[in-house]
């Protein structure tokens, strides 16, 4: 069985824009490649007359189907599988992918899942702390001067997924798991680790982020993040039995 990417199930995330004529002209890039959702997150200038005035015909329809949410962790949450933009590398953000391989490999999870690419503000980008909501990163290649307009990366981003929507696949990618769930998978670990004294209490995001990059290498589905934090749990369950026993108590039995 081959696959097909599925545009439907793809949404353009913008991080915290701040000029109306980029959401206007990023609507209409979109409209051009064939993408229809597009949501705002936490924009600076909501003003709709400016972006309307960029998004001029059919790209009207993604003005007037965008959402607009407060937080980020609220936006990507729905979503199976999220990529961050960024020009700027590091080892805080490896560069993992270009647009024509991000746009390859979103063809057989498209088919089965809810894919987010978001992008940050046009003034400095996606900090790390934003990136750790993503499970790849991808980063356009320039000559020289790296910085993008948001509308222009917007539209090379979608030029690639609209190629690639011409081609198939290998079988689709089975439902991963969504934001939702990974973060507090991920909040689960971070608590038993800190009990555990696997990592430092003082800075346990530092630290989190080794672990976020372990577990995203291959995207997690939502049965294998119910063993994960059953395992949590498990561990969780034995550091109370261990502190019981210190105290000169009696531990709980085993739970079946």
Known sequence: MTARINPDHIAILLAEPQIPENIGATARAMSNMGLKHLILIRPGNLDLPRIRKMATGNSMAVVDRMTVVGDLKEATGPFNYVAGT??????????????????????????????????????????????????????????????????????????????????????PVPRLANRFELEGMYDHIRDVCMKIGFIDPQNPEHWMLNIRRFLSRMPLRAREVRIIRGLCRQVDWYTRQLDKLKKGGKGDKIPG
């Open 86 to 171: 960024t020009a700027r590398i590091g080892s805080n953000r490896p560069a993992l992918n270009r647009p024509r391989d991000l746009a390859q490999q979103l063809i057989p999870l498209s088919v089965e899942n809810r894919i987010a690419i978001l992008f940050g503000p046009e003034d400095r980008g996606l900090s790390n702390a934003q990136l750790r909501y993503c499970h790849t990163i991808v980063t356009i290649p320039t000559a020289g001067f790296s910085s993008l307009n948001l509308a222009q990366a917007v539209l090379i981003i979608c030029y690639e997924i609209a190629m690639a929507a011409r081609k198939r696949a290998p079988a």
